[in-house]
């Protein structure tokens, strides 16, 4: 016969079985009842076969044969004990019980089923001597309805029993072993609710103690590797002459540089003996020239500029595009009906900050998103946020002449308009006549009325126009603020371009002083900007001026945010009012490296002696080189 199906439930117990029972039906009690009434029908049954079976043993040409022929008594037994195991559906139900059968039934394993399949199968393969057993198997059922009554008393009493009667009585019962070994667990009881809570409370307990040991392996573990890196060394000459032939990989650069900066932020206790500071700042400034692709000058000025930590977040930053800015042309549009339409064609955005009312970042576009119908149509600007800065120290006012000595590609000059409102002037200048391509476009299409654009050299316009209420000069500069964009200056900025670009700002400088008229009623100003971040072409230039011209002084930028430029720099002493001054990082303010220094003019004349003054603005040397011509 096949093996019974798993889901099929033993027939219902005996009326005086019944009567014994008192109190709840356990699972692990059903299962048993069950599984003796099945083996008692199995046995039956083997009997049956055992008895109906009459070999007759026949030789035929030399060969043994068996015939076995089965009667039909006992075909009509096993027809009727496979119809009563089809009939047993029903489970047994005990006064008290749930209508279910089961009270707290813990769930049955996969184990425990195979467990269960495996024994069931062993049936199959009984032996006569087993089959000769079955009056002694058959009253099981009594004395284990018994035990397990017994100990689901106790269980009630007392929750935290092991079930070590249950085992013991089910254990010293015959052909129970195996059933128990694999149906019960040592320490299993059936489920409560109480049990649950119990559990839960030891699980938060446990929980607890893990964190615990948890937290107390990442204290030893920091403690041990504080111990490891207390030992590291710096490479020596031999090593590094060997490196310099055959470069390490970079990230084994990269692990030395953590090193070495671990050692400079707590050198009196991890120092290496006999090793200087200096030691240590050479290496890392070796191993960052490999790493960030930078030439041994320009390393050096950055790493003066920073700490150690701080220069790596700024070497760091550089390798990272800054974010895509617009300005809206209030000339043309509003901020919000601008974000609207570009939010319209899939454009994802947010202004760029409090201190702007005209900036908006672009975060993700569908669409160039310098080719927009809203682009071509003027409504905004692609521009740097650092650049709107400038422009916002320097605040023109309306009906106002400005110059802007550096205007291309036009970015400022444009917003200096729009703040205008398109009255008064704004000349833009720029030295280059390539770029002036880029202004004049830029001016027609962003509805540009009040400007006017010229090629000039930026140092000779005193002398070509002067007088203006404001000027701004964005100088040329090396473009340490704006490596991201352009990573060629890692390489080709040395001791000549500094040197070179250091005098060009400071006469630029002293011409846009010149170039302004102190009797303005309303500016008088001048602003001073740069992209860079380097202190000979910012406070050095901005205190060289303060000397040249005292007929000046520094004022607030009106920008609420920045780092203060730098007063004392490696030994120099600086005017105290460049505190005034406004530095910009990337890797602080997420925009390009900048300077800005807003300056204002407090008289046009400047006194060289005790009764001596000079006036160096451009407007009477203009008129009196146009005298002289119209006399030759």
Request: net charge negative; aromatic share 6%; charged share 30%.
């Amino acid at each position: 016969m096949g093996r019974r199906a798993r889901n099929k439930q033993g027939a219902p117990l005996p009326l005086e079985l019944e009567n014994k029972i008192e109190g709840k039906v356990t699972k692990k009690l059903h299962d048993r009842l069950k599984h003796e009434a099945q083996r008692s029908r199995k046995q039956k049954l083997s009997a049956a076969k055992q008895n109906a079976k009459k070999p007759e043993q026949t030789k035929t040409n030399g060969k043994r044969k068996d015939n076995s022929v089965e009667p039909k008594k006992a075909k009509k037994i096993k027809a009727q004990l496979e119809e009563e195991e089809e009939s047993d559906v029903e489970m047994v139900q005990v006064d008290g019980a749930p209508e279910d059968g089961w009270d707290n039934a813990p769930i049955e394993s996969d184990e425990d089923m195979e467990s269960m399949s495996d024994f069931d199968s062993s049936d199959d393969q009984e032996s006569d001597a087993e089959s000769a057993s079955d009056e002694k198997v058959t009253q099981m059922p009594l004395s284990l309805l018994e035990s397990d009554s017994d100990e689901d008393e106790n269980a009630n009493s007392d929750e935290d029993s092991d079930g070590d009667e249950l085992a013991d009585s089910a254990s010293g019962s015959g052909g129970m072993e195996s059933y128990d070994e694999f149906d019960m667990d040592s320490d299993e009881e059936p489920m409560t609710f109480r049990d649950m809570e119990k559990k839960s409370r030891l699980l938060d307990k446990e929980r607890a103690e893990d964190e615990e040991m948890a937290a107390l392996e990442v204290a030893g573990a920091g403690a041990v590797v504080e111990g490891e890196r207390e030992v590291f060394q710096l490479p020596t000459e031999e090593q590094v002459a060997a490196e310099e032939e055959t470069p390490l990989d970079l990230t084994q650069v990269q692990m030395r540089i953590q090193e070495i900066i671990r050692v400079l932020n707590n050198f009196a206790e991890l120092r290496e003996d006999g090793r200087s500071r200096s030691d240590y700042m050479a290496q890392l400034q070796r191993d960052m020239c490999f790493y960030y692709g930078y030439n041994e000058y320009l390393m050096e000025k950055l790493l003066q500029l920073f700490t150690v930590s701080e220069a790596v977040e700024f070497f760091e930053a550089n390798e990272v595009g800054r974010p895509v800015t617009v300005r809206t042309n209030t000339l043309k549009t509003r901020r919000r009906d601008l974000a609207q339409a570009l939010i319209n064609r899939g454009v994802n955005l947010d202004p760029i900050g409090k201190w702007t009312k005209v900036g908006l970042t672009i975060f993700d576009a569908p669409v160039p998103i310098g080719a927009t119908p809203e682009y071509m149509a003027g409504h905004y600007m692609i521009q740097a946020a650092s650049s709107f800065l400038p422009v916002i120290a320097l605040a023109p006012q309306e009906n106002e002449r400005v110059l802007d000595m550096s205007a291309a590609p036009g970015g400022k000059t444009t917003y200096c308009s729009a703040l205008m409102k398109n009255t008064g002037l704004v000349v833009a200048n720029d030295a280059n006549r390539e770029r002036q391509k880029a202004l004049v476009a830029n001016i027609h299409r962003l509805g540009v009325a009040n400007a006017i654009v010229c090629n000039y050299d930026g140092r000779e316009f005193p002398k070509i126009m002067g007088g203006f209420d404001r000027v701004l000069l964005d100088a040329p500069c090396s473009g340490t603020g704006v490596i991201s964009k352009d990573a060629s200056v890692k390489t080709n900025k040395g001791p000549e371009d500094f040197a070179m670009l250091t005098n060009l700002q400071k006469e630029l400088l002293l011409s846009a002083i010149d170039s302004v008229s102190a009797d303005s009623s309303t500016g008088g100003v001048i602003v001073y900007s740069t992209c860079s971040v380097t202190v000979e072409e910012n406070e050095a230039v901005v205190n060289y001026a303060l000397a040249k011209r005292p007929n000046i002084c520094l004022v607030d930028t009106g920008l609420d945010f920045g780092r203060s430029g730098f007063v004392s720099f490696r030994g120099r002493s600086f005017h105290s009012s460049l505190s005034l001054t406004r530095r910009f990082y990337p890797h602080i303010h997420n925009m390009d490296g900048f300077f800005v220094a807003k300056f204002k003019k407090t008289s046009n004349k400047i006194q060289t002696g005790e009764n001596e003054f000079t006036v160096p603005t451009g407007s009477g040397v203009k008129l009196k080189q146009k005298k002289k011509k119209r006399h030759h």
